[in-house]
């Protein structure tokens, strides 16, 4: 029985129809080791750890190169809502509902990454928008080698792979006020990774009050500018997401606290601090009130060492709720030690 927009059960509860209230995906995280999930509903299964290439036929099956530093769960799995479609079209994976599409791409060579970047986007662009799902939401790109020299052009690899990601989104004609949310980490396996999220439906790019936008940075980090936003609020039926890019010790547009460690922590905390009060402020999102009602936080450490002095920092600030992975990964300029991102979900 239909009563407005709500479905009587039939027992005793008015429930929404399953389009209307649930989110169109969820986060969970689990062990590779222990893996008997549901498999029709679920989108993707990111792994961090050694790269086995076992799981290479299944697109929603990613292996990324970043040894998780604690014992426990190494890997998201990414629940949808509804039935899941899934292929391969020339080498980029894919999965999707009628409202979202995860999508894949991995080139062995990354030997240039400028070229690399350009290639991996132009086709990933092409490809979300022929399937329909035209609204990036979030991108994660993870290659080796993140800040060694990129052949004799006087960049690093970083550099190199910004301009060729801004190349490919300028050619793609997306402007600034429409970019995704994002994270680049080096990691310790060859190639050059790529897997995104989109939508039928834009999000809101949400930028940092204590941040230089990222497409603004002077020249000095590079001769293109990074091109992502700080976060992408996304509404759904269901409720807002909140899709919050890596976040460094970075205010304005310089690096702050060189070597220490925890002093870089707590900087990002006061930069995802101000980016959800940012965010809750101005739209309405009043369940978020700051990191630690966050779903899922992924921290990315550049040395093994620090991981207990980084740990002890979150733990105090922001206690042990969020779920949260800790991942051995490269930072982007050679001072960071740390970078954090956040799932709201
Ligand atoms: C920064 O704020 C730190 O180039 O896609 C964070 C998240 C950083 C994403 C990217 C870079 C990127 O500039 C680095």
Not at 173 to 189: E, R, Y
Request: glycine share 8%; hydrophobic share 40%.
């Amino acid at each position: 029985m239909m009563c407005g927009s709500l479905w009587y059960d039939g027992r005793s509860r008015f429930v929404y129809p399953a389009a209307m209230s649930q989110p169109p995906f969820q986060v969970q995280l689990a062990s590779s080791r222990e893996t008997a999930e549901a498999d029709d509903r679920l989108l993707a299964r990111i792994t961090f750890g050694p790269v086995t290439g076992s799981d290479a036929d299944d697109p929603r099956r990613i292996q990324v190169g970043l040894p998780a530093l604690l014992d426990g769960p190494d890997s998201e799995l990414w629940h949808t809502d509804a039935p899941v479609t899934r292929g391969w079209r020339d080498d980029i994976g894919f999965a999707h509902t009628d409202r979202l599409l995860f999508a894949r791409i991995h080139l062995p060579d990354s030997s240039d990454a400028a070229a690399a970047a350009r290639e991996a986007y132009a086709r990933l662009l092409d490809f979300h928008r022929s399937m329909g799902y035209p609204a990036l939401l979030r991108i994660w790109n993870y290659f080796d080698r993140l800040l060694a020299p990129a052949g004799d052009s006087g960049l690093d690899r970083y550099q190199a792979f910004c301009a060729g990601r801004h190349d490919a989104l300028e050619a793609a004609g997306l402007d600034a006020a429409a970019l995704p949310a994002a994270t680049a980490i080096g990691t310790d396996s060859p190639g050059f990774l790529v897997y995104l999220l989109a939508a039928r439906e834009a999000g809101d790019p949400i930028e940092n009050p204590r941040q230089v936008s990222a497409y603004r940075y002077p020249p000095d980090y590079g001769p293109r500018s990074p091109t992502f936003s700080r976060a992408t609020l996304k509404d759904w039926p269901s409720g807002a997401h909140l899709y919050i890019s890596g976040t460094a010790s970075i205010v304005g547009h310089a690096s702050r606290h060189e070597g220490d460690v925890r002093a870089q922590v707590d900087e990002i905390i006061d930069n995802l601090e101000a980016l959800i009060g940012n965010v809750s402020r101005g739209h309405g999102l009043d369940t978020l009130a700051g990191p630690g009602d966050l779903s899922l936080i992924k921290v990315y450490v550049k040395h093994a060492r620090d991981l207990e002095a980084v740990h002890e920092r979150i733990r105090a600030r922001i206690g042990t709720y969020p779920a949260m992975l800790f991942l051995h990964g490269d930072i982007c300029r050679r001072e960071l030690l740390v970078e954090i991102e956040g799932l709201y979900a």
